[in-house]
């Protein structure tokens, strides 16, 4: 496997109207989207655009609030009522392939290859088995798909 | 202030070695920097290069292996023994006019102006007043100065 771009990183927050205050307001983003249900992930999510080098899109930052205290981020956000980092989110061009991969590599996948919030099927690995990262593998989005603008 | 680029994201590792040979054997990562010591900060780190759009370079990931137990990163280890997710780095384009900025916001700005592993100016915010991220703030480096290449 080839390392692809960080798509985004993943921050939990206990408001997500109040990280992009934060973001706007004290981060100077210009670019933020319109906040939405993640329904079988239990989250309600939005993303915080960064520039990358030569005005093309750099990695972006989503931000997840639980939707209710059975979400997963509800138990993170038990530990860090702050808020904070989540999870690390890569592009591949394959995610079959890549599922393959982090199986011969013997790494835990949890749970199936699914859709993931930008519509590209995603699946995440054991944070045990990733140096303590929650790992998020992303199909790559066709061009101009996943971008708020 | 207009949010700037996400240089990198900071990983705490137990051992930067075996970090390393994450990021290179299962990632797939092609360029990692040669680790050094940052001896006015406790720790030794290393930059992985991930890509960014149409051939630029991408957000790195900066690794962090405390140098002795006295390190502050020694004791978000005692946390997280297997390491994870530590700080993220936004460059600015003045770091004077950055720290003023946050001063104004009230944000707590943790010790003076310092040289960071990047050979740029850099500050570090207090993540209490981050929506729990510690954030570290840096000016842009010069062309070609930053790049493991």
Not at 39 to 61: L, M, R, S, Y
Not at 65 to 71: G, Y
């Amino acid at each position: 496997m080839k390392l692809g771009r960080l798509n985004h990183i993943g921050v939990a927050t206990p408001s997500i109207a109040d990280s992009i205050g934060h973001y706007r307001e004290t981060m100077g983003a210009v670019k933020v989207t319109e906040p939405f249900d993640l329904e079988a992930q239990g989250v309600k999510v939005c993303f915080v655009d960064t520039p990358g080098e030569n005005g093309t899109h750099g990695t972006q930052i989503e931000l997840i609030e639980p939707l209710s205290d059975a979400s997963p981020i509800a138990g993170f956000l038990a530990k860090n009522p702050l808020g904070g980092q989540h999870h690390v989110c890569f592009e591949v061009e394959d995610i079959a392939e890549a599922r393959e991969w982090f199986e011969e590599q013997g790494k835990r996948i949890l749970g199936p290859t699914r859709i993931g919030a930008h519509g590209t099927p995603i699946f995440f690995l054991h944070p045990k088995d990733m140096m303590g990262q929650l790992t998020e593998i992303m199909e790559t989005p066709k061009e101009g798909a996943h971008w708020s603008n």
